[in-house]
C-alpha cells in the first residue's frame, strides 16, 4: 500500500478512536448523570445522528469543490472546537449543542477520508476501502475500551480525551494529508449523463431489501442505546460495557481470514441474500440471549453474536445494491443503501427508549425480534419480481 494510504489509515484510526471515547456512553451520560428519561436520550441521539447526515452531505461536496485536504481539516477544527466545548460546559442544554454539532463535523470528515483513499490507491481497488474499514473498527475496539477505563474515574475526563484524540487527528491531517494528490473524474463523469431509467423494478427491489436493513439498524443501534443504559441498572460496570465494543471491534477485524473460509461454502458463496438472512437470524439469537441476560458472560455471549451476524448483514447489503444499480447510477443506489442505515440510528434510540419508558426491556426485545423477522421477509422477497421479470424475459427470447 502507498504511503499516503497508510496516513489515511493511522488518521482514520485516531479519528474513531476519539469519536469512540464517547458514542458508546451517551445514552449513559444522558440517563444516568444527567437525569433524563431515555425517550429523551433517543432524541439527542437522533440529533446527532441528522447532523452527522448532513455533514456527510457537505463533506461530498466540499470535497468536489475544495478537495479532500480542506474538507477534512474543517471537519476535524468543527469537532474540536465542539468538544472542547463539551470539556467545559456539559450540563443537558450546552452537551445536545456540542454532541450534534460534533456529529455535523465528523460527518465531513468521512467523505472525503474514502474519496482520498480510492484516489491515492486506485488500482487496490476495494482493498483501500476494507484498509479504511479496518482502522475504523481498530478505532472503535480501541477507543471503546479505553473510554470505560476513563469514565470510570470521571466523565470530565472522557471529555478532554475527546478533544485531544482530535488534536492529534488534526496535527496528522494538517502535515501529512496536504501533499496527498486526489483525482476525480467529475468532469468525465458529468459528460456522461446517464440515460433516463424506465424501468424501476430494480429500484423497487433495492427498496424492499432496505426496509429489512433499516429494521437491523433499529434493533442494533439498541445496544448504543437501551441497552447500555439496562447494563448499569444490572449493575454491569462502564469498563465492563465498554469493553463489549472491543470485541465487536476485536472480532471485525480478527475475525474477517474465518469469515471468509466458511463463506466459501458453495451454498452461500454466491448467494448474498443467503448471507444476510443467514446474518438476521444470527440477530434473532443475540437478541434473544441478550433478553436472558442478567450478568455480564450472557452480554458478552449476545455481542460476540451479534458481531457476526453483523460482518454478515452489513458489507452485503451494498454488494447487492451495486449489483442491481443500473449503469451511472451506481453512487445514487448506494446512497439509498447508506441514508437507510442512518435512518435507522435516527429512529433506533427514540423508538427503543419509547418502548422501554412505557413497556419496560422485556417488550424492546420482543418487539426487536419482530423487527427481525419482518426483515427476513423482505430480504427473502425482495427480488420475486426481477425473477419473474427474468423468467418472462427468457420465455419471450424462446418463442422467438
Same mark, same amino acid.
Given at each position: 500500500?502507498?504511503?499516503?494510504?497508510?496516513?489515511?489509515?493511522?488518521?482514520?484510526?485516531?479519528?474513531?478512536?476519539?469519536?469512540?471515547?464517547?458514542?458508546?456512553?451517551?445514552?449513559?451520560?444522558?440517563?444516568?448523570?444527567?437525569?433524563?428519561?431515555?425517550?429523551?436520550?433517543?432524541?439527542?441521539?437522533?440529533?446527532?445522528?441528522?447532523?452527522?447526515?448532513?455533514?456527510?452531505?457537505?463533506?461530498?461536496?466540499?470535497?468536489?469543490?475544495?478537495?479532500?485536504?480542506?474538507?477534512?481539516?474543517?471537519?476535524?477544527?468543527? #469537532?474540536?472546537?465542539?468538544?472542547?466545548?463539551?470539556?467545559?460546559?456539559?450540563?443537558?442544554?450546552?452537551?445536545?449543542?456540542?454532541?450534534?454539532?460534533?456529529?455535523?463535523?465528523?460527518?465531513?470528515?468521512?467523505?472525503?477520508?474514502?474519496?482520498?483513499?480510492?484516489?491515492?490507491?486506485?488500482?487496490?481497488?476495494?482493498?483501500?476501502?476494507?484498509?479504511?474499514?479496518?482502522?475504523?473498527?481498530?478505532?472503535?475496539?480501541?477507543?471503546?475500551?479505553?473510554?470505560?477505563?476513563?469514565?470510570?474515574?470521571?466523565?470530565?475526563?472522557?471529555?478532554?480525551?475527546?478533544?485531544?484524540?482530535?488534536?492529534?487527528?488534526?496535527?496528522?491531517?494538517?502535515?501529512?494529508?496536504?501533499?496527498?494528490?486526489?483525482?476525480?473524474?467529475?468532469?468525465?463523469?458529468?459528460?456522461?449523463?446517464?440515460?433516463?431509467?424506465?424501468?424501476?423494478?430494480?429500484?423497487?427491489?433495492?427498496?424492499?431489501?432496505?426496509?429489512?436493513?433499516?429494521?437491523?439498524?433499529?434493533?442494533?443501534?439498541?445496544?448504543?442505546?437501551?441497552?447500555?443504559?439496562? #447494563?448499569?441498572?444490572?449493575?454491569?460496570?462502564?469498563?465492563?460495557?465498554?469493553?463489549?465494543?472491543?470485541?465487536?471491534?476485536?472480532?471485525?477485524?480478527?475475525?474477517?481470514?474465518?469469515?471468509?473460509?466458511?463463506?466459501?461454502?458453495?451454498?452461500?458463496?454466491?448467494?448474498?441474500?443467503?448471507?444476510?438472512?443467514?446474518?438476521?437470524?444470527?440477530?434473532?439469537?443475540?437478541?434473544?440471549?441478550?433478553?436472558?441476560?442478567?450478568?455480564?458472560?450472557?452480554?458478552?455471549?449476545?455481542?460476540?453474536?451479534?458481531?457476526?451476524?453483523?460482518?454478515?448483514?452489513?458489507?452485503?447489503?451494498?454488494?447487492?445494491?451495486?449489483?442491481?444499480?443500473?449503469?451511472?447510477?451506481?453512487?445514487?443506489?448506494?446512497?439509498?443503501?447508506?441514508?437507510?442505515?442512518?435512518?435507522?440510528?435516527?429512529?433506533?434510540?427514540?423508538?427503543?427508549?419509547?418502548?422501554?419508558?412505557?413497556?419496560?426491556?422485556?417488550?424492546?426485545?420482543?418487539?426487536?425480534?419482530?423487527?427481525?423477522?419482518?426483515?427476513?421477509?423482505? #430480504?427473502?422477497?425482495?427480488?420475486?419480481?426481477?425473477?419473474?421479470?427474468?423468467?418472462?424475459?427468457?420465455?419471450?427470447?424462446?418463442?422467438?
Amino acid at each position: 500500500m502507498p504511503r499516503s494510504l497508510w496516513l489515511l489509515i493511522i488518521g482514520m484510526a485516531v479519528n474513531v478512536t476519539g469519536s469512540s471515547f464517547l458514542w458508546p456512553l451517551n445514552a449513559i451520560y444522558i440517563h444516568e448523570h444527567l437525569g433524563k428519561t431515555l425517550s429523551i436520550s433517543g432524541i439527542v441521539l437522533m440529533l446527532n445522528a441528522g447532523a452527522t447526515v448532513i455533514g456527510n452531505l457537505f463533506g461530498g461536496f466540499l470535497f468536489d469543490k475544495i478537495g479532500g485536504y480542506k474538507s477534512i481539516l474543517l471537519g476535524i477544527t468543527i #469537532t474540536v472546537v465542539s468538544f472542547t466545548g463539551l470539556s467545559f460546559w456539559h450540563s443537558f442544554l450546552p452537551y445536545v449543542i456540542f454532541l450534534t454539532i460534533a456529529g455535523f463535523g465528523s460527518g465531513i470528515i468521512f467523505p472525503s477520508m474514502y474519496a482520498m483513499a480510492g484516489s491515492v490507491w486506485k488500482e487496490g481497488g476495494r482493498r483501500a476501502f476494507n484498509a479504511i474499514y479496518v482502522a475504523q473498527n481498530l478505532g472503535v475496539a480501541i477507543g471503546a475500551s479505553l473510554g470505560g477505563i476513563v469514565a470510570s474515574y470521571s466523565f470530565q475526563f472522557i471529555f478532554i480525551a475527546n478533544t485531544l484524540m482530535y488534536v492529534i487527528f488534526l496535527a496528522i491531517a494538517s502535515m501529512g494529508y496536504r501533499t496527498i494528490q486526489t483525482t476525480a473524474n467529475l468532469q468525465s463523469a458529468a459528460r456522461l449523463e446517464p440515460k433516463p431509467v424506465k424501468d424501476y423494478t430494480k429500484l423497487y427491489a433495492l427498496l424492499i431489501l432496505c426496509i429489512g436493513y433499516l429494521l437491523c439498524w433499529v434493533g442494533y443501534v439498541q445496544w448504543q442505546a437501551t441497552i447500555s443504559t439496562y #447494563t448499569q441498572q444490572l449493575n454491569i460496570s462502564l469498563k465492563q460495557y465498554s469493553f463489549l465494543w472491543t470485541i465487536n471491534g476485536a472480532l471485525i477485524v480478527l475475525g474477517q481470514p474465518f469469515l471468509n473460509r466458511a463463506l466459501r461454502i458453495k451454498a452461500i458463496e454466491k448467494n448474498v441474500k443467503s448471507q444476510i438472512v443467514i446474518g438476521m437470524l444470527i440477530f434473532i439469537i443475540s437478541f434473544f440471549i441478550a433478553a436472558k441476560a442478567e450478568a455480564f458472560s450472557g452480554f458478552l455471549t449476545a455481542m460476540i453474536i451479534l458481531t457476526v451476524g453483523e460482518m454478515l448483514v452489513w458489507p452485503a447489503v451494498p454488494t447487492i445494491a451495486d449489483k442491481l444499480a443500473p449503469k451511472g447510477r451506481e453512487g445514487f443506489y448506494q446512497g439509498i443503501v447508506n441514508s437507510t442505515a442512518t435512518g435507522g440510528r435516527m429512529i433506533g434510540p427514540i423508538l427503543g427508549g419509547l418502548l422501554v419508558d412505557l413497556y419496560g426491556m422485556s417488550m424492546l426485545f420482543t418487539v426487536l425480534i419482530f423487527l427481525f423477522v419482518i426483515a427476513i421477509f423482505t #430480504t427473502i422477497f425482495y427480488d420475486r419480481k426481477l425473477a419473474m421479470k427474468s423468467e418472462q424475459k427468457v420465455v419471450s427470447e424462446v418463442s422467438h
